[in-house]
């Protein structure tokens, strides 16, 4: 028996609402006018999907758009629908979906076919062909522009299907839906009548496409087989729908531009005149920079949920099909080294703002004929740490009107105090996740350790100059890569961090060894100057608190004890400064090799990106 696993949208304000235009009556009798194939979810709980993949086979017919590969895959839109669905529990265990988060999937990464994605599991086989890659196939049925429905509005529902000619809906599935399909519940038009039923509270939701509509109800398009209803097609009631809807939206296909067409035909970046080109539009952008970003969630497991796949076969391809892609493009012979960077971005940072460094870094790097791998570790935990420390503080009394340095003084530090404990808690599984990424078996980071063993292009190490390039907690995760990969033989080029939250003592013992032996050839430093690092407004939305984030790091978050931290100037010249250390350079911003004044604004400076690129070329800034 099919499973009922469609799951309520939850309220979202930023829903666009449908408004009917009022140029034409409906028509009082509203036949199916496309011949959609009655498909069969079977025992899966992917009804939301097969259901979207009927909308989205009826548009593409009404539009003329038809391929030869027409249908596309449910599976697909079902598995991505739950990246985006934000339910409480493991995303791991599956539970169905909502309308909204199928409709968020289609918007964000488009629509495969079925020939590509035949099952519940992602396809698992790279492919070199990208007319055979279902994340560069999707590109080519975009989702153009979507409303939701009242529920309560069966006129809105009339219109809006007078227009389209297909809703994507939902609703509680009573046992009517099983057992009520009798030829006898056969209507005037023909078509069998769900019959109406109290709907228990055992009863779960299903998704179905409505199809049109006749005196008594709308007629329904299910995904249950052709044995269901009229050849899988059924009329429920007004009555019904009212008592039992969920939701319902409407959508139009999506023009497929150039641009489209052009990503769906590139096996990796896009270049031209030597130069990479990049999508404007995000979703696109996200879709041509992806097969670079190995996109971790906690402790660095790959993640399956977001805008970013990451499987083990795609991290193969990345070291393999794209390293060798980009070695022709830029005319590297058999014997030429290769440059590659890896690139960790701070442990704060949510997807989106992830994504949007990557976006910069990889084309940018590219183009220097650095190979780029942007590790992304989506915690998020800075919107954590800014609530718990808000909830901490709410009791607290706040200063008023404005601030001499002795009264901020006095605030900074009984701030650091009150946010010792949920702070120092949050702080350290940042530090695990990072410590992680490259100490677990399954983390991504020691599955591209693995994948590069099995590389040819790794197999003579003298032929790979390696690159770390770590902004705050980033440098944390590097500390860790330095230890480990040094240990296994590996050999850096240069490693460079931007205002690194990594303790002195844990670069002493991981990097600063390698720095002596060797391992690392070079170390380069960006941080700001200390006067502007107790000007920094990073963390001022957590009342009031006016130091930088290193500040609070080092005076708060490390167990409520001062601790050296290696972006501050002052611990860096105290504590490392003092080494001589071969090869080891540092630059305080904001000045002419770094622009930055703010500890967030690193990797988002053009400048400083120029520097280190240029250092990781040879050149002095």
């Known amino acids: 028996m099919p499973k009922r696993s469609a799951v309520p949208d939850r309220l979202d304000l930023r ?20 011949d959609i194939p009655v498909l069969n979810q079977e025992d899966t709980n992917a009804c939301t999907g097969f259901a979207l993949a009927s909308v989205i086979y009826h548009l593409q017919h009404r539009a003329k758009r038809k391929q030869a590969d027409c249908c596309v895959s449910p599976f697909m839109l079902y598995s991505m629908a739950r990246r985006y669905d934000e339910f409480p529990g493991s995303p791991n265990v599956d539970t169905g979906s909502s309308l909204r988060g199928a ?21 698992t086989d790279h492919t070199a062909n990208s007319s055979d890659d279902w994340w560069l196939d999707a590109v080519r049925r975009p989702l153009g522009a979507y409303y939701r429905i009242d529920t309560r509005s069966i006129t809105d529902m009339h219109i809006a299907l007078n227009e389209v000619g297909i809703l994507y809906a939902s609703a509680i599935c009573h046992s009517g839906w099983d057992d009520g399909l009798s030829r006898s519940s056969q209507s005037k038009s023909g078509y069998r009548v769900i019959p109406p039923r109290k709907a228990s509270l055992s009863d779960g939701g299903h998704a179905f496409a409505i199809v049109g509509y006749n005196q008594e109800g709308f007629i329904v398009h299910n995904s249950w087989g052709e044995g269901w209803g009229r050849k899988g097609r059924a009329v429920l009631s007004y009555d019904d729908w009212l008592d039992n809807a969920m939701d319902c939206w409407v959508a139009q296909l999506g023009v497929v531009t150039e641009l489209h067409l052009a990503i769906a035909r590139s096996p990796s970046l896009r270049l031209e005149s030597g130069k990479v080109q990049i999508a404007g539009e995000s979703s696109l952008r996200r879709r041509e920079i992806g097969p670079f970003i190995i996109d971790m969630a906690n402790n660095g497991q790959l993640s399956n949920t977001g805008d970013f796949r990451t499987q083990d076969s795609d991290i193969e391809a990345l070291v393999t099909h794209h390293i060798g892609t980009a070695r022709t493009a830029w005319g590297l012979g058999k014997n030429d080294p290769m440059d590659i960077a890896i690139y960790a971005h701070g442990g704060l940072t949510s997807e989106d703002d ?42 607290q009394p706040r200063p008023t009107g404005g601030l001499f340095d002795g009264a901020k003084s006095w605030w900074n530090e009984r701030l650091e105090k009150l946010l010792a404990a949920p702070g120092t808690a949050i702080w350290s599984e940042m530090k695990q996740n990072a410590d992680a ?18 590389s040819p292009y790794f197999a003579d190490l003298s032929k790979v100059r390696l690159h770390l ?9 590097h500390s860790h890569v330095v230890d480990r ?20 003592d844990l670069f002493e013992q991981t990097v600063v060894p390698a720095i002596k032996n060797g391992k690392v050839k070079r170390f380069n430093q960006f941080h700001l100057s200390d006067d502007m690092e107790q000007k920094d407004p990073t963390c001022k939305p957590i009342l009031g608190y006016s130091r930088s984030l290193l500040y609070l790091v080092s005076q708060s978050l490390e167990h409520g004890k001062s601790t050296p931290i290696l972006g501050l100037e002052k611990d860096f010249n105290d504590k490392i400064g003092t080494k001589n250390l071969p090869n080891v350079a540092t630059w305080a911003a904001p000045g002419k090799e770094s622009k930055s004044t703010t500890h967030g604004g690193f990797d988002d400076d053009q400048v400083t990106m120029a520097s280190i690129i240029g250092l990781m070329k040879g050149k002095r800034p």
Request: aromatic fraction near 10%; charged fraction near 20%.
């Open 437 to 454: 990424i490259s100490n677990t078996a399954e983390s991504g980071g020691m599955k591209l350790y693995r994948a590069c063993q099995q």
């Open 485 to 504: 990969l040094g240990g296994q033989g590996w050999t850096f080029e240069s490693v460079n961090f931007m205002a690194p939250a990594v303790r002195v």
């Open 354 to 395: 992830a994504g949007e460094t990557a976006a910069k870094w990889i084309p940018a790097l590219y183009d220097h004929q650095i190979f780029p791998i942007f590790l992304m570790w989506e915690t998020d935990l800075w919107t954590t740490l800014k609530g718990r420390l808000e909830d901490v503080l709410e009791a």
């Open 103 to 123: 409709m968020k999937a289609w918007y964000k990464h488009g629509a495969c076919s079925d020939r590509l994605w035949t099952s519940e599991q992602m396809p």
């Open 469 to 477: 390039v770590g902004h705050s907690a980033g440098s944390i995760l």
């Open 15 to 34: 829903d666009r609402l449908y408004h009917p235009p009022v140029s034409a009556a409906p028509n009082l009798v509203l036949e199916p006018n496309t």
